[in-house]
């Protein structure tokens, strides 16, 4: 029910948009947020937008990364700039019905989720 997309392969400095497209269910109640797990690494919280657009980040992405969302599209994105080889990873989106900011940084409080997309950022 959730599809991410628009990982790829950029050097450092680049930028990259990811995609997560809903389907069969409408999710403009939900949050929905990306992580990303790094090889032999736990997945972590990278961001997470509410049904009112209030934004969460990981405090060391501020200011790269920008996630934002269309429930007209069902699709949340995941503006990524100034890469750098530390975000190489394999990136999911997920949906939370929690009503809780602060939770939302919890892999555990999501109930959907995508499959991976990799994101590879080379020096």
């Known amino acids: 029910q959730l599809q991410a997309s628009g990982g790829g392969s950029v050097q450092a400095g680049g930028s990259l948009r990811l995609f997560c497209a809903a389907s069969g269910r409408t999710f403009s109640r939900y949050a929905l947020a990306w992580f990303r797990q790094a090889p032999g690494k736990e997945r972590e919280f990278v961001a997470a937008i509410r049904w009112n657009r209030s934004t969460y980040y990981k405090d060391s992405l501020k200011g790269r990364f920008t996630i934002s969302r269309d429930n007209a599209k069902n699709t949340v994105y995941l503006q990524m700039n100034s890469l750098k080889p530390e975000d190489t990873a394999v990136y999911y989106c997920?949906?939370?019905?929690?009503?809780?900011?602060?939770?939302?940084?919890?892999?555990?409080?999501?109930?959907?989720w995508s499959q991976g997309t990799q994101v590879t950022v080379s020096s």
């Open positions: 997920g949906a939370s019905s929690s009503p809780f900011g602060s939770a939302l940084t919890q892999s555990r409080r999501y109930d959907y």
